[in-house]
Nanobody, 122 residues
Framework: QVNVAESGGGLVQSGGSLRLSCAAS????????MGWYRQAPGKQRELVAR???????NYGDSVKGRFTISRGNAKDTVYLQMNSLKPEDTAVYYC????????????????WGQGTQVTVSP
């Protein structure tokens, strides 16, 4: 089983900053990538930022230049630094871990956290 633990959400004023943390733990061979996705009410879940084990990252268009994903010092942890927050960034933010569950697996499986609420007031 792969456990995904998120933290760091909250309420912030427009223009402010927050940092989200995500840590993977449990039984798996290796993590291929970790990323953040968000879902606002009435909207589909969308990519915010993703970082691979090879340090390749990609961002959603709406957050480029404002958000930064980085690897933590602890094994299989990532941070999402969110600056210049806007009311439209309000959503539940989910961490996704792409991990090879067992030796011999060729494709990673996706494991999701429970989500953390980020609310940006005008």
């Amino acid at each position: 089983q792969v456990n995904v633990a998120e933290s760091g959400g909250g309420l912030v004023q427009s223009g402010g900053s927050l940092r989200l943390s995500c840590a993977a733990s449990g039984s798996y061979v290796t993590v291929h990538a970790m990323g953040w996705y968000r879902q606002a009410p009435g909207k589909q879940r969308e990519l915010v930022a993703r970082l691979t084990a090879g340090f390749t990252n990609n961002y959603g268009d709406s957050v480029k230049g404002r958000f930064t994903i980085s690897r933590g010092n602890a094994k299989d942890t990532v941070y999402l630094q969110m600056n210049s927050l806007k009311p439209e960034d309000t959503a539940v933010y989910y961490c996704k871990v792409e991990a090879l569950r067992r030796l011999g697996d060729y494709h990673p499986s996706d494991y999701w956290g429970q989500g953390t609420q980020v609310t940006v007031s005008p």
